[in-house]
Nanobody, 115 residues
């Protein structure tokens, strides 16, 4: 059974930092491209950061994605947080397979940036 378990979300003031973690089990972690998505209320889910070092423009220079294959964990370091970063953040593991893409999702962790 595949599980992606996010942690590290919470309430933080503008300008603050958080580090999200996503622990994976049930997959050969190193074979998967790991990504972080987010979904704000009333908005579509968007890709925030990919382990292939792609970032959405709004977080470039503030967020850093990294992985530890020995721990089957991917991280998202978020600095200089802004109220517009408020969203549920989801961990995603993906890899190409014949005929498409295999995707797994975590349950999400809430990040709220507010004074």
């Amino acid at each position: 059974q595949v599980q992606l378990v996010e942690s590290g979300g919470g309430l933080v003031q503008p300008g603050g930092s958080l580090r999200l973690s996503c622990a994976a089990s049930g997959i050969i972690f190193r074979l998967y491209l790991m990504n972080w998505y987010r979904q704000a209320p009333g908005k579509q889910r968007e890709l925030v950061a990919s382990i292939s070092t792609n970032y959405v423009d709004s977080v470039k220079g503030r967020f850093t994605i990294s992985r530890d294959n020995a721990k089957n964990t991917v991280y998202l370091q978020m600095n200089s947080l802004k109220p517009e970063d408020t969203a549920v953040y989801y961990c995603n593991a993906s890899r190409p397979i014949i005929g498409g893409t295999e995707n797994y999702w975590g349950q999400g962790t809430q990040v709220t940036v507010s004074s």
